[in-house]
Every structure is written in structure tokens, then in C-alpha cells.
């Protein structure tokens, strides 16, 4: 009951703090009192009862155990844990008690070695066994649960703590459970934490994990099957009774059905090999884990380059690629695979040179002839590969690869790719050369030697003109001052990069207005209308434009008021017309927008600006949207006004509105107790009073 009530009581309390309920404050506060003094009252009889229960109470040991393991109150078991001091008592309880939590408490105030040892050995929590082995002083009782304790948890717990005191008969017990657990995750967690004078039983243990009977024991006994499969796949030939028998049992037990069936097409001949059932389960199996088990198990190469065609989990195909070491069809993947990352994988499997001379020249995918080339180190193959690979990326990294400087400086100073010349360059000393290799080239970045290292007008002109890149065109027109190639650049070229880097340039008006008015491109023609002065061209546009953006563009320079009212008033886009509202100060203007247009939003807006009563009144009074009438009362200060919406209005937001501007106390008296709106007399009330409050001396 208290939890449906209280947070409707807490709701009820909050609003009338906001001023929205019609319930006055101080009755409020007067049911919080009452409210806390119940609280108190049931705190006190809860602290009365838990005094005269059988926990509080001075009691024999015998008592405490029996309470700590029946009571029904989990507070009262806990409560006598915490008085027990007898040891037997004690481990009887972190022994036998039902509740973890007690075992666990019990625990911890237990200092009997064997006990502990005991509970981390059996105890069915692996919390209560981890505290257990926490609780063990010292390193004697810790070996003994390391060696003899089953629960792998409480184990790891206990070579945590020996490590921790790093000491070396500490470290001695981590190095015999790196030589003789049984436990794999164990043994491995423990080998990762030996020193560096241990790597001989580091080495050991990686061998002894890396034989078949390490994977024949996971393949028998481990509870995945799936693993079990992948272990299987891992054994040598003789050990391959063990894959018979698992297949037999997948045959018919409750597996993946893509397992199951390749299984009894096995059994029944129908598929002739294993390495058939295996590629069978790769195919159409869903799981990735199990695609990837019977890929392991597969070595042909033939029959791995086809699966890749139907494989679709990309461990599965990864895995695949890492197992083909037949040259031809790693060429093949590496020529007309469509997978992401198959084709990388061949290339670097691939050690056949011809193979990756004829991938790094004729290949169509620039990473994959970069990676073929990678591969390459004989010093006359590269220089062939910088001159006639297709790829003007690879014939660049082909360059960077030569050894012997002079060739490679040589090569480059002389090399049909401009490009590859620009790069090589350290010094511009022939600036008519230099513009030549640039008008020549088919990409640039700004990581490259550029325009900008040209001083002469006449080579930057021919340069903007002619250069084949448009990068190099644009770079080109900014560095150029001459006003009648800047006007001819911005009118003309087909880039519109390059138009707009030549407008931000230009000064000339005319030229500018040609822009604003005839290009193209409208983000162009924005851009030249904000650089207008003409008052009468901004008005001719912002009125005629196509494009809502750039007549907005237009409208933000304009100071004309008549202008801004027709546009005002009538453009067909609200963005440009509230755009003109924005700059009209005329109030007739206004106020006509404010009381006739159609949009609401546009009206409040213009509203906003308003100062005449007269007309704020008639919007009040008689907008047909109540929000518009909201947002004149809230300008409004004649009180025989507000006083008439306060109390005929229909919209209540209209009404409070009006209410929390009223000075006239009878009226508001009136209206706290007629108005149909507990919110609305609620506001009243609290105007009264304030009004009330203020005319006192």
C-alpha cells in the first residue's frame, strides 16, 4: 500500500511547489510531518522487535549456531554470525548452513586451517570457496588447496595469493602447477605468471599442449561438440579412430543439421572421404565455429579454392587461404577473388615471383598490385615495374623501392609520369618546366610541390587555364591577382571550386552581379550575392531567384524596408520570409503580418515585435490559434484587457497567462473560485497572495 501511495503523495507535493495544484503549500508540508513522525514510529517498533528477537538477546553459542542456520529472517542469521566467537560453532555453520551469505560470513571469521582447506575443497559456492582460500594464512595451508582443490575458481584464487607475496617458495608452487596441472586454463593461467628464468617450463608445457594426445583426450571427453570436432580435426592420421567415433556419434545425436546429415551421407557411402563430409559441413552448416572446425580438417587444395566460392563466415574463409600452398590457385584468389581480404591473404602466401611481377604490373586493384610489388626485391624487375606497371600508384611505389639511389633519382628525373618527377624534386629551379610537369598531372594533394612554388602571372594564368587536374587549377587561380583572369576564371571555368576560389577574389561589382545573377550553379550564385552592395540588384534577385536559398542570401543584404515588406508578405518560401520579417522595423508592416498571415509561426514572430496595445489586443482577443494568443498576452499590460481574456478566454494556457499578469485583486479573487481550471485558480491564489504580501508596510 505504502509503495502506490507514496509516489503519488511525492507527485502531489511537487506540483504544488510548481504552483499547478489547487491544494495551498502549507497543507503540504503539514502532511510531510505527519508522514515522517509514522516513519519514525514504524523505525521504532522495527527496532523494538528486533531487540526482543531471539539474535539480540544474550544467548548460549549453541543458540547463536542454531539461530544462524534456521532463523527465517535473514537479518536474525546474520546478526548471530556476527556474535558467534566459538571456532567449532563457527565451522559448523560455514559447513552446513543453507544460506551462502552466512557460510561466507562464518568464513571469514574462521581461522582453523583444515576447516578452510575443507570448505574450499567442497563447498558448492565458488564465492564462499574463494574466501575460503582468501582466508588461508599461511603458505603451507595455500599449497595444500592449490594441489588437492577440484574447484578451478578457489585454485586460481590461491596462486593469486602465493604470486602476490612474491616470494620464492611462493613462485616454486606457481612453476609446479606451470609443470603438472592438469588443468589446462589453470596450467596456462599459471605459465603466463612465470618469470623469465622459467621459459624452459613455459616451452614444455606449449609442446605438450601441441600434442595429439592432448587434443585426442578434448576430442573424446570435452562437453562442446563442436570443440570436440575442431579438436578432432587437429589429430595426426593415426589418431583418426578417434574422428570415426565422434562422426559416428554426431550421426545421431541432437547436432547441427548440416552436421548430422554429412555425418550419415558418410556412414552410408554416399560421400566417399572424410575430407567430402567435412567440406559438405562447411557448406552448409550456420555456424561459424563448426565451419571453421571442418575447414581445419581439410588439406586439399582444390577442394579449399572451391569452398571459398559458397563459404560465409570469414574465419571459416580466412582459415581456408591460410591452408592452400599450391602457387596456381593462390594466383588465382589473389587475380579474381571478390572477398575483402581473401585476395591479400593469397598475395602473401604467394611466393611464385613471376606470379607477383605479373599481379603488380597488370593488376587493376591498386592495394592488391602495392602488396604484390611488397613481395618483389629483384632490383631490375622494379625498374621495368616503375615504367610500364598500369597502375601509376604501383610504378610510384615501384620507384620508392629501387635501392641504389642514383638509379632511383635517375629513374624519376626522366620518367614520363609527372608525378613521379614532381616528387623527386627537392629545389624549383626551371619554373616553365616545373608548370609543364603540373599541367601534365592527372591527381595532386598539397603533400606535392605546386603552384605555389611558381612566381610568374603568365605560367600561373596558363597553369588556371590549362592544367589537366582541377586541384592544380584551383591552386593556381588563388595565387593570381590579375582582376580581369580572376573575372574570366569565375565566369568560365567548369569547376565550380575553381569559380568560387576566383569570386572570393574578385572586387569588381559588375562581374560579381553577372555571377550572382547567371550562374549555373546556385551554391555559386549565394556565394557572389553575399559579396553585393547594390541595393537594387539584391532586390531584383532576392525577388526573382529560383532557389529559396538565394534569395535569402539576398534578403540578409537588403535595407530597403518597402522591399523587405512585399517579400515579407509575399515570397513563397518561409524561411526567405521570415528571413525579411527578421530585418523589418516598420510597425504597420508588422503589425499587418502579426494579424494576416497565415502561417502562426510567422505571426508570433512579427509579434514579437510589435509594441502597439491596440493592435497586441486585437491579436489577443481574437487570433484563432491559442498559442498566438498566448504570445500577445505575455506582451500585453492593459489590465481591462487581461482581465477580460482571464475570465472569457477558452484556452486555459490563454487564461493563466493573463492571470499572472492581473494587478486587480477582486478579478483574480473571482477567478479563484469560478475558473473551471484547478491550474488556473491555483495561479490566481498564489497572485493574491504575492500581491497581498507586497502591499503590506
Known amino acids: 500500500m505504502f509503495s502506490l501511495i507514496f509516489p503519488r503523495f511525492c507527485g502531489k507535493i511537487f506540483r504544488a511547489f510548481r504552483g499547478k495544484s489547487a491544494v495551498p503549500v502549507k497543507q503540504y508540508i503539514v502532511a510531510m510531518v505527519l508522514v515522517a513522525v509514522l516513519l519514525a514510529l514504524a523505525a521504532g517498533w522495527g527496532l523494538a522487535a528486533y531487540a526482543e528477537s531471539p539474535a539480540s538477546q544474550p544467548a548460549d553459542p549453541a543458540a547463536l549456531a542454531e539461530i544462524a542456520k534456521t532463523a527465517q529472517s535473514w537479518f536474525e542469521r546474520q546478526a548471530a554470525v556476527k556474535q558467534l566467537t ?5 565451522a559448523d555453520v560455514a559447513l552446513t548452513a543453507r544460506d551462502i551469505d552466512v557460510r561466507q560470513a562464518a568464513v571469514k571469521k574462521l581461522t582453523d586451517p583444515e576447516t578452510l582447506i575443507d570448505i574450499a575443497l567442497t563447498d558448492a559456492n565458488a564465492n564462499v570457496r574463494r574466501d575460503a582460500a582468501e582466508q588461508l594464512i599461511g603458505p603451507e595451508q595455500r599449497v595444500d588447496v592449490t594441489s588437492l582443490a577440484q574447484a578451478l575458481h578457489a585454485r586460481r584464487e590461491t596462486v593469486k595469493k602465493l604470486r602476490e607475496q612474491r616470494q620464492p617458495a611462493m613462485q616454486a608452487v606457481v612453476v609446479d602447477i606451470a609443470k603438472n596441472e592438469t588443468d589446462w586454463p589453470l596450467r596456462l593461467w599459471a605459465v603466463a605468471r612465470l618469470d623469465k628464468r622459467h621459459r624452459d617450463v613455459a616451452q614444455a608445457a606449449f609442446l605438450e599442449l601441441a600434442q595429439s594426445e592432448v587434443y585426442r583426450k578434448l576430442a573424446q571427453s570435452n562437453e562442446r561438440w563442436a570443440k570436440r570436432l575442431w579438436a578432432a580435426g587437429k589429430l595426426d592420421k593415426q589418431h583418426r579412430d578417434v574422428l570415426v567415433a565422434l562422426v559416428a556419434e554426431l550421426e545421431t545425436g541432437e547436432y547441427d543439421e548440416a552436421v548430422r546429415s554429412a ?12 575430407d ?48 592452400i600452398t599450391d602457387q596456381a590457385v593462390l594466383a588465382d584468389l589473389a587475380k579474381h577473388s571478390n572477398i575483402v581480404g581473401i585476395s591479400w591473404m593469397a598475395i602473401e602466401s604467394l611466393t611464385d ?39 601509376l600508384g604501383v610504378r610510384i611505389a615501384a620507384v620508392n623501392q629501387i635501392v641504389d639511389k642514383t638509379v632511383r633519382d635517375e629513374l624519376a628525373k626522366n620518367h614520363r609520369d609527372p608525378e613521379i618527377r614532381i616528387r623527386t624534386m627537392t629545389n624549383v629551379t626551371d619554373q616553365a618546366q616545373f608548370a609543364e610537369l603540373l599541367k601534365g598531372l592527372q591527381r595532386w594533394n598539397v603533400y606535392l610541390p605546386g603552384p605555389n612554388k611558381i612566381t610568374d602571372p603568365a605560367l600561373l594564368a596558363d597553369l588556371a587555364k590549362n592544367a589537366q587536374c582541377r586541384d592544380v587549377r584551383q591552386e593556381a587561380v588563388a ?20 569559380r568560387l576560389t576566383a569570386m572570393e577574389k574578385l572586387t569588381d561589382q559588375a562581374v560579381l552581379v553577372e555571377i550572382a545573377k547567371t550562374d549555373k550553379v546556385w551554391t555559386v550564385r549565394q556565394v557572389a550575392v553575399g559579396r553585393l552592395t547594390d541595393q537594387a540588384v539584391l532586390a531584383e534577385i532576392a525577388k526573382t531567384d529560383t532557389v529559396s536559398y538565394v534569395r535569402s542570401a ?60 491596440t493592435v497586441l489586443a486585437e491579436i489577443a482577443t481574437s487570433d484563432n490559434i491559442w498559442g498566438v494568443r498566448r504570445a500577445a498576452v505575455e506582451k500585453l499590460t492593459d489590465q481591462a484587457v487581461l482581465a477580460r481574456i482571464a475570465t472569457t478566454d477558452e484556452a486555459e494556457g490563454v487564461r493563466l497567462a493573463a492571470v499572472k499578469k492581473l494587478t486587480d485583486q477582486t478579478v483574480l479573487a473571482n477567478i479563484s473560485d469560478s475558473d473551471k481550471s484547478a491550474e488556473v485558480r491555483q495561479a490566481a491564489v498564489e497572485e493574491l497572495a504575492r500581491l497581498r504580501n507586497a502591499a503590506k508596510p
Open 479 to 498: 595565387m593570381l591577382t590579375d582582376q580581369t583572369l580572376l573575372a574570366d576564371f569565375a565566369k568560365n571555368d567548369e569547376s565550380q571550386d575553381v
Open 86 to 90: 566459538d571456532p567449532a560453532l563457527l
Open 263 to 274: 555425418a550419415t551421407a558418410w556412414m552410408d557411402g554416399d560421400l566417399k572421404t572424410v
Open 353 to 391: 615471383q613471376a606470379v607477383l611481377i605479373d599481379l603488380a604490373k597488370h593488376e587493376r586493384r591498386e592495394n592488391e598490385g602495392r602488396m604484390a610489388l611488397a613481395r618483389i626485391t629483384d632490383q631490375a624487375t622494379l625498374i621495368d615495374l616503375a615504367n610500364n606497371a598500369e597502375l
Open 276 to 323: 567430402e563430409m567435412f567440406a559438405d559441413i562447411a557448406k552448409k552448416t550456420r555456424d561459424d565455429l563448426v565451419a571453421l572446425a571442418a575447414v581445419g580438417h581439410l588439406d586439399d587444395p582444390a577442394m579449399l579454392r572451391e569452398l571459398l566460392d559458397v563459404l560465409t563466415f570469414s574465419h571459416a574463409q580466412h582459415a581456408a587461404v591460410k591452408k
Open 554 to 613: 539576398a534578403v540578409e543584404k537588403l535595407t530597403d524596408q518597402a522591399v523587405l515588406a512585399e517579400i515579407a508578405k509575399q515570397d513563397d518560401d518561409m524561411a526567405v520570409r521570415r528571413a525579411a520579417m527578421e530585418k523589418l522595423t516598420d510597425q504597420t508592416v508588422l503589425a499587418e503580418i502579426a494579424t494576416r498571415d497565415q502561417d502562426p509561426n510567422l505571426r508570433v514572430s512579427a509579434m514579437e515585435k510589435l509594441t502597439d496595445q
